[in-house]
């Protein structure tokens, strides 16, 4: 490993008569001109290419396609343009259970949003990382054919198209992160089906129609996964979609003045309910005991009657405490 050191100029082509090397990692460095086509022609052993942070330019070279053993592809951080190869489906060892070798090793990843540092674990990633490019066009297709890959970065490009609709066959997916791009049309349905997916943005793009909910998505609820995509509506942002409240949403400004008119129409309706009640129960009872003279008797003489007895409760209670005082007095005395 050569990483993280001030390495300049083209890479050497001496490199290519290291056909057995398993680790290539020239990370944080400023190589540049293109990605040499020899290294997926002359490293067929090839588990982990990284060459992030550097100043590659061109485009990716279809070679790479033919690391049948490569897990971990990070290219990130370059000035790569061009299309996204459209052979990177066939990177086998991210789309089938093989039986690897296992290897300690060690290697700075990014996934999940952050970057960590991976050991004796190593053998266990499978990671692309494309981000922070000039990449252009659409996601290939191919991509979720690598039924293994647990990572998936192509945020900060210049892609777009549609986000495939298979995404959801990625069954081992933890981190997907697209944002930043031109990408356009629905969020494929899929993408609740992602059971392990733990860390999602899809960001500063031009996604339309609603939001997918359920399964896995209800755990990611995080309104800036979302943010910056003006024609999505539904679930974690204010936008409501069509036919969610039952009627149409009204035009930009009218929905606040029909808001207010509403309340005000309930206030006047409540005050005048409260008012009609008020005048209905007291003269339902006061009013007929005014007029009917009968009743006004017999109400009072209701009201002296509980209040008669109520008196001889009281009386007997005050009564029956005196005794026991008294009782209790004398056999204090004796």
């Known amino acids: 490993?050569?990483?993280?050191?001030?390495?300049?100029?083209?890479?050497?082509?001496?490199?290519?008569?290291?056909?057995?090397?398993?680790?290539?990692?020239?990370?944080?460095?400023?190589?540049?001109?293109?990605?040499?086509?020899?290294?997926?022609?002359t490293m067929p052993r090839l588990l982990i290419l990284r060459l992030r942070s550097n100043l590659f330019n061109g485009s990716i070279p279809l070679q790479l396609c033919t690391l049948s053993s490569l897990h971990i592809l990070d290219l990130a951080q370059n000035n790569l343009s061009g299309y996204i190869p459209f052979c990177v489906g066939n990177l086998s060892a991210m789309a089938s259970e093989i039986d690897s070798e296992r290897y300690e090793g060690q290697l700075m990843v990014l996934t999940k949003g952050r970057e960590d540092r991976y050991k004796s674990i190593l053998y266990l990633v499978n990671s692309i990382d494309l981000s922070n490019n000039s990449l252009s066009g659409d996601v290939p297709g191919g991509l979720t054919n690598l039924s293994r890959l647990g990572t998936l970065n192509l945020s900060m490009n210049h892609l777009t198209g549609k986000i495939p609709d298979n995404i959801g066959s990625l069954q081992r997916l933890e981190t997907l992160d697209l944002s930043r791009n031109q990408l356009s049309g629905p969020i494929p349905a899929g993408i609740a089906s992602l059971t392990l997916l733990n860390h999602l943005n899809l960001s500063y793009n031009n996604l339309s129609g609603r939001i997918p909910t359920g399964n896995q998505l209800q755990t990611l609820d995080d309104p800036s996964i979302y943010r910056d995509n003006p024609a999505l509506c539904g679930h974690l942002i204010t936008a409501k979609c069509p036919g969610d409240d039952g009627t149409p949403n009204?035009?930009?400004?009218?929905?606040?003045?029909?808001?207010?008119?509403?309340?005000?129409?309930?206030?006047?309706?409540?005050?005048?309910?409260?008012?009609?009640?008020?005048?209905?129960?007291?003269?339902?009872?006061?009013?007929?005991?005014?007029?009917?003279?009968?009743?006004?008797?017999?109400?009072?003489?209701?009201?002296?009657?509980?209040?008669?007895?109520?008196?001889?409760?009281?009386?007997?209670n005050v009564a029956r405490l005196q005794r026991k005082l008294n009782l209790g007095r004398s056999q204090h005395r004796t």
């Open 1 to 41: 490993m050569l990483s993280n050191n001030r390495l300049s100029g083209e890479l050497p082509s001496a490199l290519r008569n290291c056909t057995n090397i398993n680790t290539l990692d020239l990370g944080g460095n400023r190589f540049s001109g293109n990605i040499p086509e020899w290294i997926g022609q």
């Open 250 to 316: 009204p035009p930009s400004g009218e929905g606040d003045d029909d808001d207010e008119d509403g309340a005000e129409v309930e206030k006047k309706w409540f005050y005048m309910n409260m008012g009609t009640g008020f005048v209905v129960g007291f003269w339902g009872v006061c009013g007929t005991l005014v007029v009917k003279e009968s009743w006004r008797h017999a109400y009072f003489k209701l009201v002296y009657d509980i209040k008669e007895w109520l008196l001889l409760v009281f009386q007997l």
